[in-house]
C-alpha cells in the first residue's frame, strides 16, 4: 500500500532562518506531487507541484521554493523566512493520470518568530 | 473567483440531527472529491463521484453528483460528535489540468 510521510509535524523558526520541508512517498512511482499551504483551517492553496524529477511548476509567486530531488522526494525550501510564511503546510501525491484525487501527508505546522 | 463554492462555510449542530452541505461550481467537473480534515492533520479522502447523478453512501455519509457534474452535495444522517470537522470538495474541470481544485470547504461542529 502506498504511504506519505512528511516532517516535521510542528516547526517555530525566527524571521530570516531557512526552511526545509521534506516529503516522501512509498509503494507508488512516478506519483504527481503537491504542496499546499492552509490558513486558520480553511482552503488549501496550492504552492507547488511536480509530475517529475526535477519538473516544479510554481503557482503562487512568493519567498519559497521547492525542488524534487528524486522520484518520491518533494522538499520545500525558504532562503530566508518570513512572518507572512507562518501555516499549515500539506504535502500530497496523486496517481498520474488518475482521477485527481489526493493523499495527504500528516501536515507541518511552522510558526515564524 | 472561487471555481468551487462550498456552502455554508460554518455549521455547528446537536447530535442526532441531518444536514446537508454543497460543491457548486459553472463548470463541469470529470470527477469530484470529498475529504474530511480534522484539526491538526491532513485531509483524508472519503469518495470519489465520476458519473452525473451517481450516488454513493458511505455509512451515515450520502454523496451524490449532480446530473450536469457542476455540483455535488453531502447529506449527513444522524450526526455524532465524531463527524466533527472541515468538510473538502476537490475536482478538476473536464478539459482542465489534472491539477485538483478545493473548495474553502464546510467547517462542522457536532455537538453531544
Known amino acids: 500500500s502506498q504511504t506519505i510521510h512528511q516532517w516535521p509535524a510542528t516547526l517555530v523558526q525566527p524571521v530570516g532562518s531557512p526552511l526545509s520541508l521534506e516529503c516522501t512517498v512509498e509503494?507508488?512511482?512516478?506519483?504527481?506531487l503537491y504542496w499546499y499551504r492552509q490558513a486558520a483551517g480553511r482552503g488549501l492553496q496550492l504552492l507547488f507541484y511536480s509530475v517529475g524529477i526535477g519538473q516544479i511548476s510554481s503557482e503562487v509567486p512568493q519567498n519559497l521554493s521547492a525542488s524534487r530531488p528524486q522520484d518520491r522526494q518533494f522538499i520545500l525550501s525558504s532562503k530566508k523566512l518570513l512572518l507572512s510564511d507562518s501555516g499549515f503546510y500539506l504535502c500530497a501525491w496523486s496517481v498520474t493520470g488518475g482521477n485527481t484525487e489526493a493523499f495527504f501527508g500528516q501536515g507541518t505546522r511552522l510558526t515564524v518568530v | 473567483t472561487q471555481l468551487l463554492e462550498q456552502s455554508p462555510q460554518f455549521l455547528s449542530i446537536q447530535e442526532g440531527e441531518n444536514l446537508t452541505v454543497y460543491c457548486n461550481s459553472s463548470?463541469?467537473?470529470?470527477?469530484l472529491q470529498w475529504y474530511r480534515q480534522e484539526p491538526g492533520e491532513g485531509p483524508v479522502l472519503l469518495v470519489t463521484v465520476v458519473t452525473g447523478g451517481e450516488v454513493k453512501k458511505l455509512k451515515r455519509l450520502t454523496f451524490q453528483f449532480g446530473d450536469a457534474r457542476k455540483d455535488s452535495s453531502l447529506h449527513i444522517t444522524a450526526a455524532q460528535p465524531g463527524d466533527t470537522g472541515l468538510y473538502l470538495c476537490?475536482?478538476?474541470?473536464?478539459?482542465?489540468?489534472?491539477?485538483?481544485?478545493f473548495g474553502r470547504g464546510t467547517s462542522l461542529i457536532v455537538h453531544p
Open positions: 476537490a475536482g478538476t474541470a473536464s478539459g482542465g489540468s489534472y491539477i485538483p481544485t
Open positions: 509503494g507508488t512511482s512516478n506519483p504527481n
Open positions: 463548470s463541469v467537473f470529470s470527477s
